[in-house]
């Protein structure tokens, strides 16, 4: 049977390019876009329907009706705004996955749920987190997405569902805005360098993250997901690693393409989120068992944003 993919939150940061690349090896037809929002113009091309993700009934009868497959659960209230409504965080971010699963079990679905370096806490350690490692987020954004991953296994081991899940580092693209997270500043940079020359930093000057940019993050996840089953070892989350830099390095690489940018800091809220967060990620389980690695570097993705933003 031919693959028939729906992406929920396909309007997000991540959703607006791993639609586009799906549809590259599904067809158009062959992928659905789903959000709140009204449609992304890069979205345009292909079906999209307005869904809510705490619609059960509406996914349930769109999964049927459209004969679907695989879907990636991308709708989620990300950190920052999940520390100003934790309730709504919880119950968005739960009860989306769980629903998703039930239908899952039921349809026999292939499933990607991401979950993100916000499992980690001030008890993990620093450098080099390991795939295995002491786990005690302090946002609830951290806590549904490890909670989540929980429920990823019990579901594959109980049920036999095929899902898969990245944990995403910070991620960083031209095409789309970021959706209300702590790295969000290493978008909102390069868009400052480029517009006003100067940038005021939420985070201090030397707060080391895990980052990525979005073209490796995209082919992570379609590498993940198109890898045969006998070599997904982990079915919580696999760590995933591209770079690691500070608001002073990016600002650094920023200065060899316009010198004259300036930066200033004023940490807000976000500083204690960063700080309990690791500094650097250890991949190799992923790198193992289907083979990642990165392509881009801070230098090479400064050079592609300014570039493409600048067009």
Not at 123 to 134: A, E, G, L, N, Y
Not at 160 to 188: H, M, N
Not at 197 to 226: G, H, Q, V, W
Not at 280 to 305: C, H, Q, V, Y
Request: hydrophobic letters at 40%; glycine letters at 6%.
């Amino acid at each position: 049977m031919k693959d028939k993919v729906l992406v929920i939150g396909a309007c997000g940061q991540i959703g607006v390019e791993l639609t586009a690349a799906l549809r590259t090896i599904y067809g158009t037809d062959g992928v659905i876009a789903s959000d709140l929002k009204d449609p992304h113009p890069l979205l345009k091309d292909g079906p999209f329907v307005h869904l809510d993700v705490m619609n059960k009934t509406a996914i349930f009868d769109l999964v049927k009706k459209e004969g679907i497959t695989q879907i990636y659960l991308l709708a989620a209230i990300l950190s920052a705004t999940g520390e100003k409504n934790p309730q709504m965080a919880w119950n968005i971010n739960m009860k989306s996955l769980l629903a998703i699963f039930e239908m899952a079990e039921q349809e026999k679905l292939k499933i990607y749920w991401p979950s993100s370096i916000a499992v980690f806490g001030p008890t993990s350690p620093k450098q080099d987190t390991p795939q295995r490692t002491v786990i005690e987020p302090t946002t609830v954004y951290g806590i549904s997405k490890y909670a989540g991953e929980l429920w990823c296994d019990y579901y594959f081991k109980k049920f036999g569902v095929d899902v898969r899940s990245l944990r995403y580092p910070g991620l960083i693209s031209w095409k789309s805005a970021p959706g209300g997270g702590t790295t969000d500043y290493a978008v909102e940079i390069y868009h400052e360098a480029l517009k006003n020359k100067s940038y005021n930093c939420f985070l201090s000057e030397n707060t080391y993250l895990p980052m990525m940019y979005m073209d490796d993050a995209i082919r992570a996840t379609i590498e993940l997901m198109e890898a045969p089953a006998d070599k997904i070892n982990i079915r919580t989350s696999y760590n995933l690693s591209g770079m690691s830099f500070s608001p002073k390095e990016i600002t650094a690489s920023i200065q060899k393409h316009i010198p004259d940018f300036s930066i200033s800091y004023a940490p807000d809220f976000r500083q204690a989120i960063a700080d309990s967060w690791p500094q650097s990620i250890d991949d190799s389980a992923a790198r193992n068992d289907w083979g990642w690695a990165p392509a881009f570097d801070l230098d090479k993705m400064t050079e592609e944003m300014l570039t493409n933003l600048s067009r």
